[in-house]
């Protein structure tokens, strides 16, 4: 069976002190690993696609990274405005179509 | 450019009601795709549609059905609503083909069924 997991649940950091995200997966014939952020009350934002065991990628005080079983997303000197939560995705085709299996995210708190 | 637009925002229902739920996209994408987000189960795979035309069913399809009413639009009825689908409700569209492109996900559509 197809399973995203990610960990820990729930994380809470003070401002600059930095951390991972953990997303591991199991998606036979896996087609990318997405990192989604979602505010409450909106839809998810999509932040970074990982294709290849190895691959990283970053923007501002993110960076994500994937092997062949796990990805994190690392966050450097986090502020409050990175507070969110952080949703992984494993996107496999089946015929004509993609679809994406969720994990169940993390919820980030950034504290001064 | 509105990107994915869901109507209605809210919702409450009576156990039994019926209804639609709307979603909209001005990106020329060809795939769509209806998620329901519950507390501690992530976001479920409810309908997709590869283009215009198809329509294929994803985790949890049991009471809901679907319409890809042209390439723009994708709509998600509830027959007979029951208090387990009391969820928020997202609509996505991706273009098809394109390796690295992302869903792009609407604001949601929080049901509330009593």
């Known amino acids: 069976e197809d399973q995203v997991t990610q960990s820990p649940e729930a994380l809470r950091l003070q401002e600059g002190e930095s951390s991972s995200l953990n997303c591991s997966y199991t998606?036979?014939?896996?087609?990318?690993l997405f990192w989604y952020r979602q505010d409450p009350g909106k839809g998810p934002e999509f932040l970074f696609t990982?294709?290849?065991a190895g691959e990283e990628k970053e923007k501002e005080r993110l960076k994500a990274t994937l092997t062949k079983k796990e990805s994190f997303l690392h966050i450097t000197a986090p502020k409050p405005e990175d507070s969110a939560t952080y949703l992984c995705a494993g996107r496999l085709y089946t015929g004509t179509a993609s679809k994406l299996t969720f994990g169940t995210g993390t919820r980030l708190q950034v504290t001064l | 450019n509105a990107g994915v637009t869901q109507t209605p925002k809210f919702q409450v229902l009576k156990t039994g009601q019926s209804m639609t739920l709307q979603c909209a996209q001005d990106?020329?994408?060809?795939?769509m795709y209806w998620y329901r987000q519950d507390p501690g189960m992530g976001l479920r795979l409810i309908y997709y549609s590869a283009s215009e035309g198809t329509t294929d069913k994803g985790e949890v399809p049991n009471g809901y059905n679907v319409s890809r009413l042209n390439k723009r639009e994708f709509s998600l009825r509830l027959e007979s609503a029951a208090p387990s689908q009391t969820s928020v409700y997202f609509c996505a569209s991706r273009p098809h083909g394109v390796r690295d492109t992302e869903a792009f996900f609407g604001q949601g559509t929080r049901l509330t069924v009593v």
């Open positions: 990982l294709y290849s």
């Open positions: 998606v036979s014939g896996l087609r990318g």
């Open positions: 990106m020329n994408h060809n795939s």
